[in-house]
């Protein structure tokens, strides 16, 4: 991909080099240090995930996550990738479950320890792995943060929810992040353009912003050529 996708929005459909849909775009990961965007997480859902109901299939997450080399481009309804339906199988699962083993510190006294043991053994009905808590890993730098549609966006002072998210303008030369559209508006909903400048600080799942009541009125409307 020469350049980067400009308008990424959650929930598009994501297709593969030879036409066939992959599932749809579920979030974007970006460098928190310069706000570049590195990779997009597609949902394949349960359908595709060739996961059986009694494997417990219909309640795991079946995201991949895809450099952003492999956008080739991304419209309201349409994310092209250059992957054929193979090489997209074969990319990493966003989200990794292992089992972790279950440590008893003090294995001569019944304390808490004893109790969760207990409650796990309990658990062993419905698990595959017995004496050991389920743990998850995310395939993403630890240098990274994710941005998904409906992040809550609030102000720091005073601390006020200003609206959530609802899809991510990014520099198409640099692949930076430049601004962030966003839902406002309880009952008549409105989107506008919240330039990065006013973000303070960005979490998985929370972004704080520095916004005046006077710059949150002057925030502009989105439009298509926004």
Do not use: C
Not at 6 to 12: D, E, I, P, S, V
Not at 41 to 50: C, K, N, Q, T
């Amino acid at each position: 991909m020469t350049d980067f996708p400009g308008n990424l929005r959650a929930g598009t459909d994501v297709y593969s080099l030879d036409g066939k849909k992959l599932g749809n775009l579920h979030r974007v990961v970006i460098k928190r240090s310069d706000l570049t965007l590195t990779h997009v997480v597609v949902d394949i859902g349960f359908l595709r995930s060739g996961r059986s109901l009694w494997e417990g299939g219909l309640g795991l997450d079946y995201d991949r996550i895809v450099p952003i080399g492999a956008v080739t481009s991304a419209t309201d309804d349409h994310v092209d990738l250059a992957l054929a339906v193979e090489e997209f199988k074969s990319q990493p699962e966003y989200s990794e479950e292992s089992f972790e083993p279950i440590a008893d510190p003090s294995p001569s006294e019944f304390d808490i320890n004893d109790i969760a043991i207990r409650a796990e053994v309990l658990a062993d009905a419905v698990a595959s792995t017995p004496g050991a808590w389920v743990t998850t890993r995310l395939n993403k730098p630890v240098t990274s943060v994710d941005i998904v549609e409906g992040t809550d966006v609030w102000r720091r002072e005073p601390h006020q929810k200003v609206g959530d998210v609802k899809r991510i303008l990014v520099d198409e030369t640099t692949g930076q992040v430049k601004a962030l559209v966003i839902s406002r508006g309880f009952i008549f909903k409105h989107e506008v353009v919240l330039p990065i400048r006013y973000i303070a600080e960005l979490l998985d799942d929370l972004i704080r912003v520095d916004l005046t009541d006077a710059e949150i009125l002057m925030l502009r409307p989105y439009t298509e050529n926004a």
